[in-house]
C-alpha cells in the first residue's frame, strides 16, 4: 500500500509559478516511479510529466516542457513539481501517482494513467489571465 498526500496547489496569475509537494508512505519510497497528471473540468486525463526511483529520468508532455520541472527526494519520500511560466491552460486539479511496478521509466507507459497503481487526492491549480 501507499498512500500519496498533494499539497503547493493554488491561484496564480499568468507567468508566475507554483511547487507541488506528493508526500508518500507506505511501501519504500525509492522503489518504484512517479508521476503527475492533470484534469481540467470537461476533460480527460492528461499525463504531465513521470520520474524513474532514483530521479535521474525524466519525461515531460510537449505542453510543459521547458517550463515544468519533476524532482524527488527519497530521502523525504517527496516528489516534487515546479510550475514555471505557468499559462490559464494549465489550470486543473494536478494529481501524483506510484507506479509500484516499475522503477525505470518505460515512456509507453510512463503516460498512461491506468498503468499507475495509486493516486493522491489531487490539489488544485487555477492560473488566472
Known amino acids: 500500500q501507499v498512500q500519496l498526500v498533494e499539497s503547493g496547489g493554488g491561484l496564480v496569475q499568468a507567468g508566475g509559478s507554483l511547487r507541488l509537494s506528493c508526500a508518500a508512505s507506505?511501501?519504500?519510497?525509492?522503489?518504484?516511479?512517479m508521476g503527475w497528471f492533470r484534469q481540467a473540468p470537461g476533460k480527460e486525463r492528461e499525463f504531465v510529466t513521470a520520474i524513474d526511483w532514483s530521479g535521474g529520468s525524466t519525461y515531460y508532455a510537449d505542453s510543459v516542457k521547458g517550463r515544468f520541472t519533476i524532482s524527488r527526494a527519497n530521502a523525504k519520500n517527496t516528489v516534487y513539481l515546479q510550475m514555471n511560466s505557468l499559462k490559464p491552460e494549465d489550470t486543473a486539479v494536478y494529481y501524483c501517482?506510484?507506479?509500484?511496478?516499475?522503477?525505470?521509466?518505460?515512456?509507453?507507459?510512463?503516460?498512461?494513467?491506468?498503468?499507475?497503481?495509486?493516486w493522491g487526492q489531487g490539489t488544485q491549480v487555477t492560473v488566472s489571465s
Open positions: 507506505g511501501r519504500t519510497f525509492s522503489s518504484y516511479a
Open positions: 501517482a506510484a507506479d509500484i511496478n516499475r522503477r525505470w521509466l518505460v515512456i509507453t507507459i510512463a503516460t498512461m494513467w491506468d498503468e499507475y497503481d495509486y
